[in-house]
């Protein structure tokens, strides 16, 4: 019994050297960083519509554009309200003890929630056809020790069609 313990374990253990091998020759993430003007807990009003090189062959340009787009206008009709629950959340600040910032966070965790599963829709209609994968991520700022939220363009490793014999 201990011998198919351990030869099940090989195989769990060469199918995840398999799937590092594909890894690792995959090309690195594309970032679309926010190019907005206001940005609220990290969340910018506006992504970088501008069509990277690194996906030259990959996805139509058109394509690229309108899931961008898409992804604005969401952020377009969300965002104004974040703000304004904002300010008026830290013109309260000292009277509420903090309370008032609530309505903000939950707004903030809605609108990134939102755009989540636009960009889930996103992958099922077309980019995981084309061995895309987007997402919403987190990172560090270039400029500053803040983080941003950016969308994660990444490249799925193809697998192979099996043919039966």
């Not at 309505?103 to 929630?113: A, F, N």
Request: aromatic share 8%.
């Amino acid at each position: 019994m201990e011998d198919f313990d351990e030869i099940y374990e090989e195989e769990e253990d060469e199918d995840r050297a398999a799937e590092e091998q594909l890894l690792k020759y995959s090309p690195d993430p594309v970032v679309v960083r926010g190019s907005g003007h206001v940005t609220v807990f990290g969340l910018s009003n506006k992504f970088e519509s501008e069509f990277p090189s690194s996906l030259t062959g990959k996805v139509a340009p058109e394509e690229f554009k309108a899931s961008i787009s898409r992804v604005n206008s969401c952020l377009r009709k969300t965002l104004p309200v974040n703000v304004r629950w904002l300010i008026c959340g830290c013109l309260c600040c000292c009277c509420s003890l903090g309370l008032s910032m609530w309505p903000v966070i939950c707004l903030s965790k809605r609108t990134r929630r939102s755009i989540e599963k636009l960009l889930e829709w996103e992958n099922s209609r077309l980019y995981h056809k084309l061995c895309l994968h987007w997402k919403l991520s987190q990172r560090k700022c270039e400029t500053n020790n803040m983080m941003e939220y950016v969308i994660l363009i990444e490249f799925l490793p193809k697998t192979p069609i099996l043919r039966p014999d």
